[in-house]
Every structure is written in C-alpha cells, then in structure tokens.
C-alpha cells in the first residue's frame, strides 16, 4: 500500500529526515509517535504528497509518487488520499453536507453523486440531522467527525491524520479513536496517524517511533545503514 525507501528531507542545513525506509499494508491502523521536531509532520506531508523528499522513493496504492507532474499529483491526492487535521480545517460559509462534498465537486463528481456519497457518510457517523447545521452550530467532536466524513467522500484509499484528537476531550478523543476502526472494517482504508496521544497509539495495529528524523526500535534508532 505505502512503500518508503531511503526518504530524506531537509529545510536549509537542517536535516529533518535522515533516511525513512518504511511499508505500511493496506487496512493498517498505524500510529507514528515520537517527540517534537521527530519528523513526524513532515513525514507525513510527504506520504500524503504535500511536500516532496528530496532524495528516497515513495509509491502509494502502487503509484510512484517521483513520476508524476504537479498536475497529476494533484489529482493523486484529491483521489486517493483524504485529509484530517487538528483543528477539522471547515470552511465556516459552508454547511456540514456541503463541507462534506467538496472534494467529490473537485474530483468532477456529480452533485447528484457527490450529495448521496455525502448523506452516506453523514448516516454513519451519526450526524444526519446536523446535515444543514454550519461548523459554528456544531460540537467540536461533531466538527471532527465531519472533517472524517469530508476526508472519506471520494473514497481514498488512505486517510492521513495530524494529531486529529488533540483539540478534544476524553470522551469525544474515544468516539473518534473507535471511528477510526469502525471506518476501517467499513471502507477498508488505511490510517496514517501522527499523535502524541498515547491511548489512540496503544490501540492501533503498529505504532512507529521517530526521534531525531529516524525511525526506532526498542527505543533505539535504526540508521539506514541498519
């Protein structure tokens, strides 16, 4: 599903990642954790083609990301991949649905198309009847589950997510966590999770240690000449 070899990545003289080497299979629930300024951010952003290494390959659902053009990458990532952020990232002039089908009108799907795939997902998280509401009329675990929902609307095959509980509470962190599978055993995605959230990390399939731009294992770091 995801296959890194030999990622690298600077900014100026700083060398971020030294080296990433990593295959992720397809349906894993993974978990990257790891101190701030581990790489894990940055890691990400590259999986999910929003930024590119600067030597190492990466091929996602068997596409290798260094071929494509800034056009075709685009495309790759509105469909194939799906988003979820920290602070849900809704546009605040839009409804819950609306929000939702946005990346199915950029994809060219129908509105038609685009709005059944949208109420789909709205029924199964719960929140049809918050379809009209706009995000300040909502909760911010029913924000959350809508930048979930928006994340799965052209159906990607992997969902990358940057610290995606950390602006809720307990309650609302657990309902998201167990989404997280249910979405899984469902659609079949695979999730990618930075997190410093040691609960979400203890229950997902793998939880991948990075400190200091390298991966880890029983707490030591695995160089890549390892």
């Not at 495309?75 to 849900?88: E, I, M, P, S």
């Not at 991966?215 to 695995?222: A, D, F, H």
Request: proline share 4%; with cysteine; glycine share 8%.
């Amino acid at each position: 599903m995801i296959d890194i070899q030999d990622i690298t990545k600077r900014f100026g003289t700083l060398e971020v990642l030294k080296g990433i080497t990593l295959h992720i299979d397809r349906g894993e629930v993974v978990s990257i954790v790891g101190p701030s300024g581990a790489g894990k951010t940055t890691l990400l952003q590259i999986i999910g083609t929003l930024d590119r290494a600067d030597s190492g390959t990466l091929r996602v659902d068997g596409t290798d990301i260094n071929t494509l053009t800034p056009r075709q990458l685009a495309d790759f990532r509105n469909r194939h991949l799906g988003f979820v952020f920290q602070f849900h990232q809704l546009l605040p002039e839009f409804t819950a649905l609306e929000n939702i089908m946005i990346p199915a009108y950029i994809a060219g799907t129908s509105q038609k198309a685009a709005k059944e795939r949208a109420q789909e997902l709205l029924s199964f998280m719960g929140l049809s009847d918050r379809a009209s509401h706009k995000p300040s009329e909502l909760s911010g675990g029913e924000k959350q589950r809508i930048a979930v929902a928006r994340s799965l609307v052209n159906n990607p095959a992997v969902i990358l997510a940057d610290e995606p509980s950390g602006s809720l509470d307990s309650k609302n962190k657990q309902e998201l966590h167990q989404l997280f599978f249910d979405l899984r055993d469902k659609f079949g995605q695979t999730f990618v999770i930075v997190t410093h959230d040691e609960q979400l990390a203890s229950i997902t399939d793998r939880t991948i240690h990075m400190k200091d731009g390298l991966l880890c294992l029983n707490s030591e770091i695995t160089t890549p000449s390892e």
